[in-house]
């Protein structure tokens, strides 16, 4: 009877290491699946190469607003898919890359930006953008219905 319940209990250890450690390494895994965020050039390179619109968003440290976007918005998991799946993310540190924001005459942060495949600019949004917001935007510019329809007709379609 010992000898079971030593079976027993070392048995069940066994499949709560094995499950405590699968848990973990799924934890990480969503962790790790955020959005894939590269550096401009980088993320320019590949867009281009990929014929994928980029997403382009400039921030700061000391940005409020920025960090919010970051906790909130880039943390909703249905933004996180659709921005892997259907753009090239590139985050720009306007501190510490003035010269790109310059390119973009940013002059408040966060700004928002996409680029088409061909390297032109498609347009910008200024300030802080929530989850519901940034996910219809995304869907406005991913859908390429900014070709042939305002972003209000967009969002009155209920797409």
């Keep these: ?21 699968a848990v973990g390494a799924s934890g990480t895994q969503t962790g790790d699946a955020g959005i894939q965020w590269l550096s401009y050039a980088e993320g320019r ?13 400039f921030n700061a440290d000391w940005c409020r607003y920025c960090l919010q976007m ?18 090239v993310p590139i985050s720009v540190n306007s501190d510490r890359e003035q ?15 996409f680029i088409s495949e061909n390297g032109d600019r498609i347009g910008n949004r200024p300030g802080y953008i929530a989850a519901d917001e940034m996910l219809k ?3 406005y510019i991913g859908s390429d219905s900014y070709l042939t329809m305002s972003f209000q007709a967009f969002v009155d379609k209920g797409k």
């Design 45 to 57: 390179q590949r867009g281009e190469a990929e014929n994928k619109k980029v997403f382009l968003v």
């Design 1 to 21: 009877m010992k000898n079971r319940c030593n079976l027993a209990t070392i048995a069940l250890t066994i499949v709560l290491t094995l499950l405590t450690g």
């Design 99 to 113: 010269d790109i924001a310059a390119k973009y005459n940013v002059r408040g942060l966060p700004s928002t930006w």
């Design 70 to 87: 970051e906790k909130e918005t880039f943390q909703n998991p249905t933004v996180i898919a659709y921005v892997n799946r259907n753009f």
């Design 137 to 139: 935007i995304l869907k």
